[in-house]
């Protein structure tokens, strides 16, 4: 994690979120290691090195619709005897002189053909001939071979992140398998004496740990591979032996709860014990407690670490807008900038004091125009409100939310790695 400031422990304030945002940016670095997988088993993945077309693209001129492949310049008022028929799938024909060819979509163009028409201007005459209606240009609705790729091109480069377009693209030039990334394994840890496991039976006082759970999902989205080690009691001992563990099985570890400053919040102290801290507080809100550190020697040879919030809602805000970049990069791919744009408040709302807040909101788009409007409750552990909102509206520090006025709008949609 050289370069990113992490021989600086930021005790004084806090760190600007989108100061957090490139330090976590330039703190990542790209794991080692691929394999190789069938594309069934490629959605999500990133590819590890060049995917070079192994043929041209077409393969063959072909005919881009259903129609006649003919001579532009046998065309005459007496029209055109149908001398072949073409379909797809068959090989490459000669076309005979005065004659033409009944084509379809895809089908290769019969050598000598110069022109394809399609069928809705043709008409047949009673002897079956074919009279084309209006101008055609030389090569009209054909399409040539290699016009997209040629055999040796580079169709993705490494890094490319693998959706369903680019899986096609690959099984298109008859590729079975790629070497993609080696998943990156992620250990992760939630604390806190209070939680306990969803479905187990709660008493008074207990809560039920959503992190962890949260944390699954959006490692399974990112293409992570989660070592869970659990619920680890809020106890130094407990927290040193979770972390060496950690550090020893894992490209990165993640934890959550128990980051902040007060008497039973021991995450940072153990973590300085064991490795150190790049940063420790965000003026952001939720999120203000997020921390950026390592398990090891130093930040170069150690461990990367990741603290996030306990209170749930800050920590969904905090993986997304800082800690999901960090991830991307260690996974050999580039983090999108974050997008943002310009959307009107359908409130009015006092401001948040010294930080950024991310207000959880919903689009109204009954006006024609969308309209922000807070999708509930905006406690840090209100996750009704997150699993509904559309995205956050930003709201600058020290900034009043006047109705009618624009500020940034983040949809969610962007961090559905």
């Known amino acids: 994690m050289s370069g990113c400031g992490c021989a600086e422990v930021v005790t004084p304030g806090l760190l600007d979120l989108f100061d957090a945002r490139a330090r976590m940016i330039a703190a990542a670095r790209p794991i080692r290691g691929s394999e190789r997988v069938s594309l069934a088993e490629a959605a999500r993945r990133v590819l590890a090195e060049d995917a070079v077309a192994g043929l041209d693209m077409p393969g063959v001129d072909n005919s881009a619709m259903d ?67 209006g101008e055609l240009a030389a090569g009209a609705n054909i399409r040539r071979r290699g016009e997209e790729t040629r055999g040796g091109d580079l169709l993705l480069p490494a890094g490319t992140h693998l959706d369903a377009a680019a899986i ?78 950690a550090r020893a099985e894992a490209d990165l570890v993640v934890c959550t709860g128990g980051v902040s400053v007060g008497e039973e919040d021991h995450v940072r102290p ?94 109204d788009w009954t006006s024609g125009e969308p309209v922000a409007r807070l999708a509930g409750g905006q406690g840090s552990h209100m996750l009704s409100a997150a699993s509904q909102a559309h995205g956050y509206l930003m709201i600058d520090a020290n900034n009043n939310v006047e109705e009618g006025h624009a500020y940034g709008y983040c949809p969610a949609v962007q961090f559905l790695d």
């Not at 001579?71 to 090989?91: C, D, I, T």
């Not at 895809?106 to 201007?121: F, K």
């Not at 250990?187 to 809560?207: C, F, H, M, N, Y």
């Open 270 to 363: 153990v973590i300085e014990r064991l490795g150190g801290i790049a940063f420790h507080g965000v003026a952001m809100k939720p999120g203000k407690p997020f921390a950026l550190g390592y398990l090891g020697d130093s930040p170069i040879d150690g461990t990367p670490l990741i603290a996030l919030p306990g209170n749930p809602v800050a920590s969904l805000v905090g993986w997304q807008l800082l800690a999901l970049p960090f991830v991307q990069i260690c996974q050999g791919r580039e983090a999108p900038p974050l997008q943002r744009f310009p959307v009107a408040a359908g409130f009015s709302r006092r401001g948040p004091v010294g930080r950024r807040e991310l207000l959880r909101v919903v689009l």
């Open 168 to 245: 096609a693209l690959l099984a298109s030039h008859g590729l079975g398998e790629v070497s993609v990334v080696r998943r990156l394994r992620v250990a992760v840890i939630s604390t806190g004496d209070e939680l306990i496991e969803p479905g187990s039976d709660r008493v008074p006082g207990q809560v039920y740990d959503s992190n962890r759970a949260m944390l699954h999902a959006l490692l399974a989205q990112a293409g992570g591979e989660v070592l869970d080690l659990g619920v680890i009691a809020d106890t130094p001992l407990d927290l040193h032996r979770a972390f060496a563990e």
């Open 67 to 133: 129609g006649y492949a003919l001579r532009l310049a046998e065309l005459s008022h007496e029209g055109l005897p149908v001398a072949l028929r073409v379909p797809a799938g068959a090989g490459v024909l000669r076309l005979p002189e005065r004659g033409c060819a009944r084509i379809f979509t895809g089908a290769p163009v019969p050598q000598g053909a110069d022109a394809v028409v399609p069928q809705e201007r043709v008409h047949l005459d009673a002897e079956g001939r074919v009279h084309v209606e």
